[in-house]
């Protein structure tokens, strides 16, 4: 049976179950986000300050970039909390800080995906301290199991529990590339 929402031309890898979602639902969902960073942040006296949230994020904040049409500025910020792992290790620890100064700046948060939420609390709670004039987040991915329970402002996709790999989302740093979010196979996960 053919997927019709994988481009004719995507190979999936051979250690990939099953994909999710597509490259092109990928893309459609970007350009919708874009859409709504647009709205959100048409009447801005300064530039939108967007910081992707490194490593993970970093195709899903150049897709967007690609969409959005007001002026911006980006950063990017870096924690580390997985080391090879399918969960969370421990609490995020910051590693790479931002360059700006957001005092009084309206920030977007661009994460990969948001799980267990503590990535993205730490990043916020970071930022709170720097007294911007607003935080809001922005994600690819939510997961129905966020401890946290928190809620981005707006998420382009959600999906299960399930281990997920591609479109920055890694394995133990490997699987970003693919152009396509999917389901690791088991036997290629090591605990």
């Given amino acids: 049976m053919i997927n019709y929402n994988i481009s004719m031309s995507t190979k ?12 092109l639902q990928i893309k459609k969902a970007c350009k919708k986000a874009a859409i709504w960073v647009n709205k959100t942040y048409a009447n801005l006296k ?40 399918t969960s969370q290790q ?11 100064n957001i005092k009084d700046r309206d ?18 709670q970071l930022f709170k301290k720097r ?11 939510k997961k129905k199991l966020n401890i946290l329970t928190f809620k981005p402002n707006y998420s382009c996709f959600t999906v299960g529990k399930e281990f997920i790999v591609g479109f920055g989302l890694d394995y133990q740093q490997i699987f970003r590339n693919l152009p396509y979010i999917g389901i690791l196979k088991d036997k290629y996960i090591k605990n």
Avoid: C, H, Q
């Fill in 131 to 141: 007294k911007p004039k607003s935080i809001k987040v922005i994600s690819l991915i």
């Fill in 12 to 23: 999936i890898d051979y250690r990939i179950k099953k994909v999710l979602i597509s490259e």
């Fill in 107 to 124: 920030v977007l948060i661009v994460e990969d995906v948001i799980d267990t939420g503590s990535t993205i609390f730490e990043a916020i």
């Fill in 90 to 100: 421990f609490k995020p620890k910051l590693i790479a800080d931002i360059r700006f």
């Fill in 46 to 85: 300064k530039p939108l300050i967007i910081v992707a949230i490194l490593r993970g994020a970093v195709l899903f904040f150049g897709e967007l970039l690609k969409n959005i049409s007001i002026d911006v500025e980006t950063d990017f910020i870096a924690f580390s909390s997985y080391n090879g792992k």
